[in-house]
């Protein structure tokens, strides 16, 4: 018989004991670890329909939300949450919302939703003034930047 069947009844429940004492840490953070991150919010929470009906960045809020394309999508109202969700890839900024100029550039930065402009029916972000001025004075950097996108999807 293996030196384990040997052992006496309350050796090997204190044996089983400290077993699981040191599994359940690793368990507990396993389960957490696999539970789905919820979704980011998209432009800092701005209202993308707005862009295209009010011509101005818009605070949604948390009651007229809608997640697409692993983003939480938050309108200022549910006429414009139903516009979104009727046809997403109108009204969802170019590039997930990051700063077009910057990823023409070969960089993922944070835009700030304050900053856009609408080209050919499309939505662009900018991290600055300073970058949709260089975009507006270079327009290969918005074809990079969709050239660069492709590559990342």
Same mark, same amino acid.
């Given at each position: 018989m293996g030196e384990f069947m040997k052992l /006496?009844? &309350? $050796?090997?429940r204190q044996w089983l004991f400290l077993l699981v004492l040191i599994a359940l840490p690793g368990a507990a953070s396993f389960a957490q670890g696999s539970a789905p991150a919820p979704p980011g919010v998209a432009l800092k929470g701005?209202?993308?329909? !707005?862009?295209?009906t009010e011509k101005r960045p818009?605070? %949604? &809020? !948390? @009651?007229n939300g809608y997640v697409?394309? %692993?983003s939480r999508y938050l309108f200022s109202s549910v006429k414009n949450r139903e516009a979104f !969700? $009727?046809?997403?890839? /109108?009204f !969802?900024? @170019?590039f997930g919302g990051l700063c077009a100029t910057g990823l023409g550039m070969g960089m993922k930065t944070a835009a700030n939703p304050?900053?856009?402009?609408?080209?050919? %029916?499309k939505l662009y972000v900018f991290s600055s003034v300073e970058a949709k001025q260089a975009a507006e004075k270079d327009p &290969?950097?918005?074809t990079r930047s969709h050239q660069a996108w492709k590559g990342t999807k």
């Open positions: /006496r009844p &309350t $050796a090997v701005h209202d993308t329909v !707005a862009y295209f818009v605070m %949604g &809020t !948390a @009651q697409w394309d %692993g !969700a $009727a046809n997403p890839d /109108r !969802a900024p @170019q304050n900053v856009w402009k609408i080209v050919d %029916g &290969t950097l918005l």
